[in-house]
């Protein structure tokens, strides 16, 4: 069956350094794949997307892009910010109405 | 203008109770689920419906039965509750899978967080 597997957390950085969450994963096809993140007590929003291998996405200085020659879909910034801070998920999705998500990163962005 | 809403955002019960949970879109999307987070964040799909239909049930127990009586609402009851029901549940809803192939992007709710006693 489908699985992402993604960097275990907790990650803890400084406000304004590199930040990679690398996640892999397993489909048959070709999968969408997306990256959801979820600030303290909130509800997952869709921080960027792929649709398709070599495909670039970015949002809010993030960027993500779909290898498919090693199935991965690494998530990258290059300055964060302590609103940074949020719990990271790595999804992917066939057309077969769902979402699988990689188990979530942590990520502590200190000032 | 909510796009997904949940009620309630809380929810506090004893063991053995009957709970609902609703949601209601109003991005006009045709597909709707629902996710439960446990308290490590894993995430999982519980059920998903497309124009009021069962498309997916991940092998939910048969407690949990969700109900969609129009395309912009999918309800979850759950009888019997346990204490491993406790978690974090999430509606989310999309536009079906699209011509082209591949899954539309996913708008969460902002989550239940059930905590069985």
């Known amino acids: 069956g489908d699985s992402v597997t993604q960097m275990e957390g907790p990650v803890t950085l400084s406000e304004e350094a590199f930040l990679t969450i690398n996640c892999t994963y397993t489909?048959?096809?070709?999968?969408?794949l997306f990256w959801y993140v979820q600030y303290p007590g909130e509800g997952l929003q869709l921080l960027l997307k792929a649709t398709k291998a070599d495909d670039k996405g970015s949002n809010k200085g993030f960027e993500a892009t779909y290898r498919k020659e090693t199935t991965s879909f690494h998530l990258e910034k290059g300055s964060v910010q302590v609103s940074d801070s949020a719990v990271y998920f790595c999804a992917l999705s066939r057309d077969d109405y769902k979402l699988s998500f990689g188990a979530g990163t942590t990520v502590t962005v200190r000032a | 203008d909510t796009a997904v809403s949940q009620t309630p955002k809380y929810l506090v019960t004893q063991m053995g109770n009957d709970k609902s949970i609703k949601c209601e879109q109003n991005?006009?999307?045709?597909?709707m689920y629902w996710y439960k987070q446990d308290s490590k964040k894993f995430l999982k799909i519980m059920f998903s419906?497309?124009?009021?239909?069962?498309?997916i049930n991940e092998t939910v127990p048969n407690r949990f039965s969700p109900k969609s009586p129009d395309k912009a609402h999918l309800n979850l009851h759950i009888n019997s509750l346990e204490l491993g029901d406790s978690a974090v549940y999430f509606c989310?809803?999309?536009?079906?899978?699209?011509?082209?192939?591949?899954?539309?992007?996913?708008?969460f709710g902002p989550g239940t967080r059930l905590l069985v006693l």
């Open positions: 991005l006009g999307h045709d597909t």
């Open positions: 419906y497309n124009n009021k239909e069962l498309i």
């Open positions: 489909a048959t096809g070709y999968p969408s």
């Open positions: 989310a809803s999309s536009h079906g899978p699209s011509l082209a192939g591949g899954q539309e992007t996913q708008y």
